[in-house]
Nanobody
């Protein structure tokens, strides 16, 4: 089983930057595709970015060019660098781990709050 703990959420002004971290308790190297999702009040959870076990990244259109997902398998940690933040990026951000083969192995963190406001 994998436990995920997010950190790095904060209050930031529009145009600012934040880096979120997701630390996994178990090894994610080679087995898990990782992702960041977000959920704003009253809205459904949505995909922000994913990174495969071999480092291939995909992004939601709304964050392309502003956000960068990365992973450090040696540290069992995934990052989300967020630049040029906008008010519409305000949400709780969740980390996800999805096993590449066994779909039932899907894990979520508890979330970290990102608020973009002046």
């Amino acid at each position: 089983q994998v436990q995920l703990v997010e950190s790095g959420g904060d209050l930031v002004q529009p145009g600012g930057s934040l880096r979120l971290s997701c630390a996994a308790s178990g090894s994610i190297s080679g087995f898990y595709d990782m992702g960041w999702y977000r959920q704003a009040p009253g809205l459904q959870r949505e995909l922000v970015a994913t990174i495969s076990s071999v480092g291939i990244a995909n992004y939601a259109d709304s964050v392309k060019g502003r956000f960068t997902i990365s992973r450090d398998n040696a540290k069992n940690t995934v990052y989300l660098q967020m630049n040029n933040l906008k008010s519409e990026d305000t949400a709780v951000y969740y980390c996800n781990a999805q096993h590449r083969v066994f779909q039932r192995y899907n894990y979520w963190g508890q979330g970290t709050q990102v608020t973009v406001s002046s």
